[in-house]
């Protein structure tokens, strides 16, 4: 029983079929140019994730800014102009690379922005970037 456990986990390990990659990694939905195999110093293969991590990064604070963007908009509904700062509005969402949104407002136009990476995007008067 141990040696069929030994060829399941090499057969996992080291794949069962061709050499052609997948789009994606299967595994996590990355696609497949965001992974990069390394070799580590005891010799064994490992994915570096740091695409991946960056891309779940870059839609959390899309979803966050959106969640923003609503609130602020609900309250220009509400008393008509937009508010002097997102507290006002009750947002409390933050990119999770750099913290707090950039918020600005001109009269009745107002714009959020991600401070920590422009591939984040922004969002002005409640029209999205990306």
């Not at 789009?23 to 570096?48: H, Q, Y």
């Not at 509005?89 to 600005?104: K, L, N």
Request: hydrophobic share 35%; charged share 10%.
């Amino acid at each position: 029983m141990k040696y069929f456990a030994f060829l399941v986990l090499a057969v996992l390990v080291t794949g069962c079929g061709g050499n052609s990659q997948p789009e994606t990694d299967p595994a996590i939905n990355i696609p497949s140019g965001e992974t990069a195999l390394e070799n580590t110093p005891s010799g064994f293969t490992t994915t570096n994730l740091t695409g991946g991590i960056n891309r779940a990064n870059q839609e959390v604070c899309r979803t966050n800014m959106l969640t923003a963007a609503a609130s602020i908009s609900m309250y220009q509904a509400q008393y008509g102009s937009p508010p002097e700062t997102l507290a006002e509005a009750g947002v409390h969402a933050v990119c999770p690379e750099a913290g707090t949104f950039r918020y600005t407002v001109d009269g009745q136009s107002w714009a959020l922005d991600c401070p920590a990476n422009p591939s984040h995007g922004s969002i002005r008067d409640g029209v999205s970037s990306w």
